[in-house]
Structures are given as structure tokens and as C-alpha cells.
């Protein structure tokens, strides 16, 4: 069975370093392939939404353990090929803990924006306003989801958020 080095780089990290790990790691991919998410509250419409097309009920509103949570998104985000080289040298030289402690919310944030950077390696998405009502469109390609990929999207995302599909 071969080793994922990656994932163990990952599980390595210290809890604050893996967070600031994944924020790096989801700007960087944030500049290369724009979310147009601005806010938390729009980063979890996405999820809402996909889970709702998929009839997945709620997402979690946050992950069990943030920092366990951000290093299961940068070894997951390793093994894609859109962000493998440069999670791969942010795991080699990963940040260092700069800060006494650090706040759930950014924790909770940068989870979030990692696992939306997670999602757009793998689809489109864009907000829609219909009569009042904000809505959200995934596509891969120009072409819409199926209800199986979608039950696997909502699967990697409750997996990376420490939750069970």
C-alpha cells in the first residue's frame, strides 16, 4: 500500500500551522480559480445549496475540529491536480505559528474558504437573484451536475468536515 506523504506532512502539522496552511493555501487557489465568495454567509449559501440539490438536508455549520478539518482539506487538496504543486510546497515549508493563540472563528472561516477552494477545483458556481431570492448554480463544463455527482460532492465536503455522509 503506497504512503500518501502528503497526508502525513498534513497530519503533522502543528493546529495553528495547518490552519494557516490551508488559508494560504486556499488564497493562492482563490487567485487562480475565483469563487466570487466574499463572505462566510456566502461560502455556506454554496454549501446550503448543494446540499439541498443533492437532498442532503443542512451541512454542518462548522467543522468538529477545525484544525483536523484543515489538515483532511490540504491532504485532499494534494491529490488534485489543480492544487497538488502548491499545497505541495506549502506542505514542505509549511508557516509557522506566529501568534499566541488563535480565534474558533478564523478557524471556523478558514476551514470554510478551504473546503469552498476544495469545491471549485471540481465545479463552477455563480449566485443568481430571482425575484428576491439568492440561489446558486453548479456546473462542470457547461454542463449541470447529476444527482450522483453532487451526493459525492456532499460526501468529500462532510468527510473533510469531520462528519459522516
Do not use: W
Not at 437573484?129 to 447529476?146: A, H, M, S
Amino acid at each position: 500500500m503506497a504512503v500518501d506523504v502528503h497526508a502525513e506532512r498534513a497530519a503533522a502539522l502543528p493546529d495553528r500551522s495547518a490552519l494557516l496552511a490551508l488559508e494560504e493555501a486556499a488564497y493562492e487557489l482563490g487567485r487562480t480559480f475565483p469563487t466570487g465568495v466574499t463572505s462566510a454567509p456566502e461560502a455556506m449559501r454554496i454549501l446550503q445549496e448543494l446540499f439541498a440539490q443533492a437532498g442532503a438536508g443542512a451541512p454542518p455549520s462548522r467543522a468538529d475540529d477545525p484544525a483536523a478539518a484543515a489538515r483532511r482539506v490540504l491532504a485532499a487538496l494534494a491529490g488534485e491536480e489543480g492544487a497538488r504543486t502548491l499545497v505541495e510546497g506549502i506542505l514542505a515549508d509549511p508557516p509557522e505559528d506566529d501568534q499566541m493563540g488563535g480565534e474558533d472563528v478564523v478557524a471556523d472561516l478558514t476551514v470554510l474558504t478551504g473546503v469552498i477552494a476544495f469545491l471549485r477545483l471540481h465545479v463552477n458556481f455563480r449566485f443568481k437573484r430571482d425575484n428576491g431570492r439568492n440561489t446558486v448554480e453548479f456546473r462542470i463544463e457547461k454542463k449541470p451536475l447529476t444527482d450522483g455527482a453532487l451526493t459525492a460532492l456532499v460526501r468529500a465536503v462532510l468527510s473533510l468536515m469531520n462528519r459522516e455522509p
